[in-house]
């Protein structure tokens, strides 16, 4: 079955550090990837995406994500974090256009001052 | 341009009764989607609209569940008679038709959080 792995429920950094969330999906088949963030209290919001153009997407507020076909990840990162980008991330995969999104688990991020 | 909009955003309803959620979708979004939360699991895909057609209800755990979407515009998931399980945030999606090239961009309401008491 397809599925969606990220690595860690829970990641914390300080601010100004590095943030990497890892993604790993469970296909040969390049599917289209998402990075959806939600915080507190709010909907899910779309942050990145990638459908088989360009291998290094650039998202919203200064995060990007690079797809490695051959590791069948989906990264994202962001290299500087700040205060207002605590809130739960989550990866998700799309095998045709306009089906159903699969999941992965979510990881939560936060943020030290 | 308004956003997908869910109603109610919290319900509290005993185990055995009937609860209905309504999603609006973004207007003019032909694919509408239904997910599901459970505390602590993830996102889980119930069901998906293709204008009023049921596109894949592959997600839907059981016949307690009933997807409409009349006319192809808004959605409503009733859920009856409540179990203790069904407890979770209930999302809505909406994206363009499959012709608009964008089909697969989801843009997702606040969700609807119910408890079964």
């Known amino acids: 079955a397809q599925s969606v792995t990220q690595l860690g429920s829970h990641v914390s950094v300080s601010e100004g550090a590095l943030v990497l969330l890892r993604c790993n999906y469970s296909s040969s088949v390049p599917p289209y990837l998402f990075w959806y963030v939600q915080y507190p209290n709010q909907g899910l919001q779309l942050l990145l995406k990638?459908?088989?153009?360009?291998?290094l997407v650039k998202g919203i507020n200064g995060f990007e994500a690079e797809f490695k076909k051959s590791e069948t990840s989906f990264h994202l990162t962001k290299p500087s974090a700040h205060m207002s980008d605590a809130a739960e991330y989550f990866c998700?995969?799309?095998?045709?256009?306009?089906?159903?999104?699969?999941f992965g688990q979510g990881t939560e991020l936060s943020v030290k001052p | 341009e308004a956003g997908v909009t869910q109603f109610p955003s919290h319900s509290v309803i005993e185990k055995g009764q009937t609860v209905t959620l309504r999603c609006d979708p973004i207007?003019?979004?032909?694919?509408l989607y239904w997910y599901r939360r459970v505390m602590g699991k993830e996102i889980k895909f119930l069901l998906h609209f293709v204008k009023e057609s049921k596109q894949d209800e592959s997600g839907m755990p059981n016949n307690r569940f009933l997807a409409e979407r009349t006319g192809g515009t808004y959605s409503t998931l009733k859920v009856q008679p409540a179990e203790l399980e069904d407890s979770g945030v209930y999302f809505c999606a909406s994206s363009q038709g499959r012709t608009s090239g964008r089909a697969y961009e989801q843009y997702f309401g606040p969700g609807t959080r119910l408890t079964v008491t």
């Open positions: 998700a995969v799309n095998y045709n256009q306009g089906g159903k999104l699969i």
């Open positions: 990638y459908t088989s153009a360009a291998t």
């Open positions: 207007s003019g979004h032909d694919n």
